[in-house]
């Protein structure tokens, strides 16, 4: 069936970065762009940036800039996120998502998520 | 850029109607016809509920229904059930291919 499914759990010091993966199964990976969205705990959604799997075309938010990089792997269906300079407002669950419109040319609407991956930031 | 607007909660009795409503400016809600809404309860991911303003995905109950007029999106529940709380959240793509996403509300049945 059609899924995203994340890396595990991660536990990093202030200063580090984080890579966390998100492998695609059951449809065609390239069609569609992934986005990457974290959570605080009893916070509301976040918005990172996304990346369109078929030409590496990337976006990301303001809030992030200079921190973060999406990138992917076609041979594995993969989609990553990684984020340096980890402070410990960072601790959250992250999500990637796909966009389902995407693959015709409308944006914006997430139909497939991920399991979300822990990151804790911790001295 | 910031956040949409949402309240940050909404209740109302079995039967029902409520209204949720968000607002963003002319960059965001008022740029695109790309307002989602998304459903997230405890400790799950959350669900697509409604896709480009009105769009309901296949699988989500006709009484979830979504409109906008100007920089103000909107999602009503009608007839309100128990298995409708939980918390919602609003998001729109932007005019520099960003995504905003709202604070979320918490709708409670009473």
């Known amino acids: 069936q059609v899924q995203l499914v994340q890396s595990g759990a991660e536990v990093k010091k202030p200063g580090a970065s984080v890579k966390v993966s998100c492998k695609a199964s059951g449809y065609t990976f390239t069609s569609y762009a992934i986005h990457w969205l974290r959570q605080a705990p009893g916070q509301r959604l976040e918005w990172m940036g996304w990346?369109?799997?078929?030409?590496?075309?990337?976006?990301?938010s303001q809030e992030f800039q200079g921190r973060v990089t999406i990138t992917r792997d076609t041979s594995a269906s993969t989609a990553y996120m990684d984020l340096s300079s980890l402070r410990s407002e960072d601790t959250a669950l992250y999500y990637c998502?796909?966009?389902f419109g995407s693959g015709s040319g409308r944006w914006g609407a997430f139909d497939i998520w991920g399991q979300g991956t822990t990151v804790t930031v911790s001295s | 850029q910031s956040t949409l607007t949402q309240p940050a909660s909404v209740s109302g009795s079995p039967g029902q109607s409520i209204t949720i409503s968000c607002t963003g400016t002319t960059s965001d809600v008022g740029y695109y016809n790309y307002v989602s809404w998304y459903k997230q309860l405890p400790g799950k991911a959350p669900e697509v509920m409604i896709y480009e303003v009105s769009k309901r995905p296949s699988g989500t109950s006709n009484r979830f229904s979504g409109s906008k007029s100007g920089n103000t999106a909107s999602l009503t529940i009608s007839g309100l059930q128990a298995e409708d709380e939980a918390d919602y959240y609003c998001?729109?793509?932007?005019?520099?291919?960003?995504?905003?996403f709202g604070g979320g509300t918490k709708v409670t049945v009473l």
């Open positions: 998001s729109s793509y932007t005019r520099i291919r960003t995504m905003v």
């Open positions: 990346i369109n799997a078929g030409d590496s075309d990337t976006e990301y």
């Open positions: 998502a796909r966009d």
